[in-house]
């Protein structure tokens, strides 16, 4: 028997064009943190449009592997649309959710009459999805500081984001930057590593949740940087 690659994204028609884009956007987010998790690399899983179905309009999504298993992408299908069902009962962390697919989910309900499912019937996001996930994340802590990372995402759809990722961990950071930093600058960036400053949101864990993007300093590259030879020669001439 095949196994199912395919997830479903159901949003109502008549909705603003911005909010059909932030749903999008979050599902997008959503199975590709999810699929991370699953597979424990980077971009797993090639998500390939497969239908769009009239009424309410219902994007049908097919995972294919990206140097993986068939199976991890049925797994990572199954991870979307079981942990899902598990946010609408409880305020439970499912397998393979991180922060970032936590907030993605949170987001989906927040938009109202959204639907998610790996079935012809996807499942109905509401409200206690967000009361659940606000639940799991409990009390955080909001602090001033600054982060380092590689800078590998942008999205000016919706709600202004980029994303930064810890080279030794892997580990995804979402900054929301707003129109207090230049969207030109922030593609300037993409590829380079660079810290970011701002408002740094922990979960109880004392992960980073969430950045607050206030200012963005750039690195050179490694290349760029002066070797201890230089820094000889400079302090030997004085």
């Known amino acids: 028997m095949e196994k199912d690659t395919t997830l479903r994204l159901k949003v109502p028609i008549g909705i603003p064009l911005s909010r059909a884009l932030k749903a999008e956007r979050s599902f997008l987010s959503l199975i590709s943190d999810v699929g991370q998790s699953v597979a424990k690399r980077k971009q797993p899983v090639i998500w390939i449009l497969d239908g769009i179905t009239k009424g309410s309009v219902v994007l049908a999504v097919r995972g294919e592997p990206n140097d993986v298993t068939e199976a991890t992408v049925s797994a990572t299908v199954r991870a979307v649309a079981r942990g899902l069902a598990i946010l609408e009962k409880r305020p439970e962390r499912p397998p393979h959710f991180t922060d970032q697919a936590l907030q993605a ?134």
């Not at 600054?146 to 800078?151: F, K, R």
């Not at 380079?192 to 200012?215: C, F, M, Q, W, Y």
């Not at 050179?220 to 302090?235: H, K, M, N, Y």
């Open 105 to 238: 989910a949170r987001e989906l309900a927040q938009i109202g009459d959204i639907a998610v499912g790996d079935g012809a019937i996807p499942l109905l996001l509401t409200t206690q999805l967000v009361a659940n996930v606000d639940k799991v994340f409990g009390e955080r802590l909001r602090e001033i500081g600054s982060v380092e990372g590689m800078l590998e995402g942008l999205t000016i759809h919706g709600q202004r984001v980029f994303a930064l990722y810890d080279r030794l961990t892997g580990a995804r950071m979402e900054c929301d930057f707003g129109h207090r930093i230049p969207a030109p600058e922030i593609g300037a960036a993409i590829g380079a590593r660079v810290a970011v400053h701002g408002v740094i949101t922990l979960n109880p864990a004392g992960d980073i949740a969430h950045v607050k993007a206030e200012s963005l300093e750039v690195f050179p590259p490694s290349e760029d940087l002066p070797s201890a030879a230089d820094v000889r020669g400079i302090f030997s001439r004085d």
